[in-house]
């Protein structure tokens, strides 16, 4: 899914979850994490080698 404004907007955890990633169709590894009492993140994640990396960028 693109994370354009309004869909922002409708991000929300189904029940039962403490922590969902949404990740960007058109930009590659960039998403927003989004935890159970309502804080938002963006992150970045890519590769090194065979491990799987996140980078924070902000609320």
């Given at each position: 899914m693109r994370l354009t404004?309004?869909?922002l907007k409708d991000l929300n955890l189904p029940p039962g979850r403490?922590?969902?990633i949404y990740i960007d169709e058109a930009l590659a590894g960039f998403g927003l994490r989004v935890r159970a009492?309502?804080?938002?993140?963006?992150i970045a994640q890519?590769?090194?080698g065979q491990r799987q990396r996140r980078m924070t960028f902000g609320t």
């Open positions: 404004k309004q869909v403490t922590e969902l009492g309502g804080n938002y993140t963006w890519y590769r090194v």
